[in-house]
């Protein structure tokens, strides 16, 4: 009786870990998929990377008025092209490994960059059209029509407590 049931649990571990083969095959999948993605998006994001460093550098060029502010622009020209050799030579698994020490360091830094870039994720995910029905139109038309009347009263309002009414 104990060999059965040495059996049957054995069998168990036998299913679970043939589970978890598979969940890291399909996760190992999903990860080459990704890399395989972001690999052919590399260069692409690396040449637009050098075009903004080529336009900082321009820009830079153009700030004849603000000497000390010109030398600055061009240091972020020269970091932008460092940047997109980087992102150039450098493979992805390097980079995330770059990314996680990076991390492990500015811990501050890494989570003011995650809210930034979580914010402006979610403005590009809900920008999307608003369709207006007519009766909608009309309510917004009406609200934007009172708005201007109280805006008006009020500047009015602050001229006659200033002093500055005019007939």
């Given at each position: 009786?104990?060999?059965?049931?040495?059996?049957?649990?054995?069998?168990?571990?036998?299913?679970?870990?043939?589970?978890?083969?598979?969940?890291r095959r399909i996760l190992d999948d999903v990860l080459a998929l990704a890399g395989t993605l972001v690999r052919s998006q590399k260069d692409m994001g690396a040449d637009k990377l050098n075009s903004l460093?080529?336009?900082?550098?321009?820009?830079?060029?153009?700030?004849?008025?603000?000497?000390?502010?010109?030398?600055?622009?061009?240091?972020?020209?020269?970091?932008?092209?460092?940047?997109?050799?980087?992102?150039?030579?450098?493979?992805?698994?390097?980079?995330?490994?770059?990314?996680?020490?990076?991390?492990?360091?500015?811990?501050?830094?890494?989570?003011?960059?995650?809210?930034?870039?979580?914010?402006?994720?979610?403005?590009?995910?809900?920008?999307?059209?608003?369709?207006?029905?007519?009766?909608?139109?009309?309510?917004?038309?009406?609200?934007?029509?009172?708005?201007?009347?109280?805006?008006?009263?009020?500047?009015?309002?602050?001229?006659?407590?200033?002093?500055?009414?005019?007939?």
């Open positions: 009786m104990a060999k059965a049931k040495k059996s049957r649990t054995n069998g168990n571990y036998r299913n679970a870990s043939a589970g978890l083969n598979g969940s460093a080529s336009l900082t550098r321009e820009y830079a060029a153009s700030m004849t008025d603000l000497p000390n502010l010109r030398v600055q622009v061009a240091s972020a020209a020269d970091s932008l092209e460092g940047v997109a050799d980087y992102v150039m030579h450098t493979e992805i698994e390097q980079m995330v490994g770059d990314a996680g020490t990076f991390a492990r360091r500015h811990p501050l830094a890494t989570l003011a960059v995650t809210v930034a870039a979580g914010m402006a994720a979610s403005r590009l995910m809900y920008r999307q059209p608003v369709k207006m029905t007519a009766a909608s139109s009309r309510k917004a038309g009406s609200r934007r029509a009172s708005a201007s009347r109280v805006g008006k009263r009020t500047v009015q309002a602050r001229r006659n407590t200033n002093g500055h009414a005019h007939a």
